[in-house]
């Protein structure tokens, strides 16, 4: 079992940054890949980004690439999501899973942590 805890939301204004954390306890996270998903208010979950176990592959969904940057401690058994230039539209719930293989399919993850809260007014 991986116990997934997300930190760092809050209420931001447009245009400033945030940076999320996930901590894993139970498990390392080194033999996972570790994603971010989000849902906005009335939407389905959808994928945000993905690390693989060393961080060397990394994929990021269109709306978020060259504004987000995931990253990953596995001395820390932590990942970072740090968000860039934010925007009203990223205004969501921000959830941090683990999945065996690497996947951006949400499906596919068998640990997910509770997640944070991110408003982001304009």
């Known amino acids: 079992q991986v116990q997934l805890v997300e930190s760092g939301g809050g209420l931001v204004q447009a245009g400033e940054s945030l940076r999320l954390s996930c901590v894993a306890s139970?498990?390392?996270?080194?033999?996972?890949?570790m994603g971010w998903f989000r849902q906005a208010p009335g939407k389905e979950r959808e994928f945000v980004a993905v690390?693989?176990?060393?961080?060397?592959?990394?994929d990021y969904a269109d709306p978020v690439k060259g504004r987000f940057t995931l990253s990953r401690d596995n001395a820390k058994n932590t990942v970072y999501l740090q968000m860039n230039s934010l925007k009203p539209e990223d205004t969501a719930i921000y959830y941090c899973a683990a999945a065996r293989p690497y996947a951006l399919d949400s499906r596919l993850y068998s640990y997910w942590g509770q997640g944070t809260q991110v408003p982001v007014s304009s």
């Open positions: 690390i693989s176990l060393a961080g060397t592959r990394l």
């Open positions: 139970g498990r390392t996270i080194s033999t996972y890949a």
